[in-house]
């Protein structure tokens, strides 16, 4: 079984951050393991408080994960501080993972700045050269490029710009845009586009960590990139069409829709 790591916040509500990756994972059929580096007081309404975790616990968590049990692949959701975003780069630096997804979380849906705007620059300096790919959608494209993104065109000359700070490839998540949901891959010389039609639902919950670590699962099993991507895209896409009206507010999506229409629990 292939054992995937995600290095991220902790939402209490079970829909985004750690709890969503290690749905995510177990749906994928992959081994979840996690490294906390934030715990969210937050639910469908909103986020409400975060407690960031020391450094050295942070660095200790790794580092138990590392000695005993081999990773065949590392997401990185939520960062929040200068020296979390140090710490981290500096573990992975040493145990070297090959296949590192890089989801720059910043900016809640409800409007929470998850990233202290003094990590930002520390993030695309440390965090970015170690990935294998970089997951934002346009609100952290346009934090990152300094650009406005309103059309396929601009996502394309801002997957180039992200392109540039080091990552080997970007998916820049179009799911922002008024027309139909498309993403784009770029890999430093060619674009890939991987389109759904819009889904008519407010319950969107945890989407971007649970794409990037469905993501991770399936580079972690061997799929080549595009068909990484592909299959990631298919993943979230039903896992929307069936999200959950959970809470007063935005929902989460369902992940294990199709392991539980296999079984029979639903229809």
């Excluded at 177990?26 to 715990?39: E, F, K, L």
């Excluded at 700070?165 to 586009?193: C, P, Q, W």
């Excluded at 960590?209 to 580079?219: G, K, M």
């Amino acid at each position: 079984m292939k054992k995937v790591l995600t290095i991220a916040g902790s939402d209490c509500s079970g829909g985004a951050g750690i709890q969503a990756d290690l749905k995510t994972f177990s749906a994928h059929g992959v081994y979840g393991m996690s490294v906390i580096t934030a715990v969210t007081a937050q639910n469908t309404q909103g986020v409400f408080a975060v407690q960031d975790i020391s450094r050295d616990v942070i660095a200790k968590q790794i580092e138990a994960i590392f000695e005993d049990i081999e990773v065949d692949g590392v997401k990185i959701g939520m960062v929040s501080q200068v020296q979390t975003i140090e710490v981290i780069s500096e573990q992975l630096r040493r145990y070297k993972p090959q296949t590192i997804v890089v989801d720059p979380v910043m900016v809640s849906k409800s409007g929470y700045h998850l990233l202290n705007p003094e990590a930002e620059s520390t993030l695309i300096k440390e965090l970015l050269p170690l990935a294998m790919i970089v997951t934002p959608n346009i609100p952290e494209a346009e934090v990152m490029t300094k650009m406005s993104i309103n059309t396929l065109k601009q996502m394309e000359e801002a997957s180039k710009a992200i392109y540039q700070m080091g990552a080997k490839n970007v998916l820049l998540k179009g799911g922002h845009l008024e027309d139909d949901s498309t993403d784009i891959l770029y890999d430093g010389r060619e674009f890939s586009y991987f389109s759904t039609s819009r889904i008519a639902t407010k319950n969107t919950h945890g989407t971007g960590c649970t794409l990037s670590s469905a993501l991770t699962a399936n580079l972690a099993l061997g799929y080549h990139l595009n068909e990484a991507v592909s299959r990631a895209k298919e993943y979230i896409t039903t896992a929307i069409q069936h999200s959950l009206a959970i809470g007063k507010g935005v929902g989460p999506t369902h992940h294990f829709y199709e392991l539980y229409k296999k079984a029979g629990l639903i229809e």
